[in-house]
């Protein structure tokens, strides 16, 4: 079954480390997604591709987080410097028609 | 802002029974409303869409009721099952020229803050 790869699944950092994630969209889609889930906020959209192109990044730290497809079939989602507040998991998703495939994500524990 | 507020926040239920879990969006620009449901440890994943022409979809034991006057819609799961036992999203989004091309619409999903649901044996 065609699914999206993220690494780590886990990672465990101290505050002030770069923290870079990972995701292998499914291949043939256009479209990958990042987002972050918390217990307190949810789920929340950070950024978006489509063909490659960032087409929206509003839901991210500027200062501090960063966003690339450098090609079809990576995507990276870098934070440095980490904080605590962070702490989270991370999840890529990437789609076609009407259907979106989320990645079992990336938990993030900022010390 | 929250733009899709989900109730209840936590669910219980007895096999066999209706589990019932109601969304309310504000942004009447949505036109696309799927359901997500997650498993510890995974991603969500798509359980069922409706769009706002149509004022019910139901897919095996899976019904969503839309009422776009409202701006209200629900998921409704008959005959639930233990298997069930999960956290339920809700989401909106926008269509692109009346398409969805890439499933998560032409802004991204917008979710709610999702409903854990227990369904006991």
């Known amino acids: 079954d065609a699914r999206v790869t993220q690494t780590p699944r886990h990672k465990v950092t101290e505050m002030g480390q770069e923290v870079t994630m990972r995701c292998q969209p499914i291949l043939g889609h256009n479209t990958v997604f990042w987002y972050r889930q918390t217990m307190m906020q949810g789920l929340e959209l950070l950024a978006y591709?489509?063909?490659?192109?960032?087409?929206?990044d509003s839901g991210m730290p500027k200062d501090r987080f960063s966003a690339e497809m450098p090609d079809a079939t990576l995507a990276t989602l870098k934070i440095q410097p980490s904080e605590p507040r962070d702490s989270a998991v991370y999840f890529c998703?990437?789609?076609?028609?009407?259907?979106?495939?989320f990645g079992s994500g990336t938990q993030l524990s900022v010390l | 802002q929250q733009q899709v507020k989900q109730s209840p926040q936590s669910l219980i239920v007895q096999k066999g029974g209706i589990s019932i879990i109601n969304c309310a969006y504000e942004n009447t620009a949505f036109d696309y409303f799927p359901w997500y449901q997650q498993f510890p440890g995974k991603g969500p994943a798509l359980l069922i869409a409706?769009?706002?022409?149509?004022s019910e979809k139901k897919e095996g034991r899976f019904t969503i009721s839309f009422n776009k006057s409202a701006k209200q819609f629900s998921l409704h799961i008959m005959d639930s099952q233990p298997g069930d036992s999960a956290t339920y999203f809700c989401?909106?989004?926008?269509?692109?020229?009346?398409?969805?091309?890439?499933?998560?619409?032409?802004?991204?999903?917008?979710f709610g803050k999702g409903t854990h649901l227990i369904i006991q044996p």
């Open positions: 998703a990437s789609g076609t028609g009407e259907k979106l495939f």
């Open positions: 591709f489509r063909n490659r192109a960032p087409l929206d």
């Open positions: 409706i769009r706002p022409d149509v």
């Open positions: 989401a909106a989004s926008r269509l692109q020229a009346g398409k969805m091309y890439s499933g998560g619409g032409a802004d991204g999903l917008t």
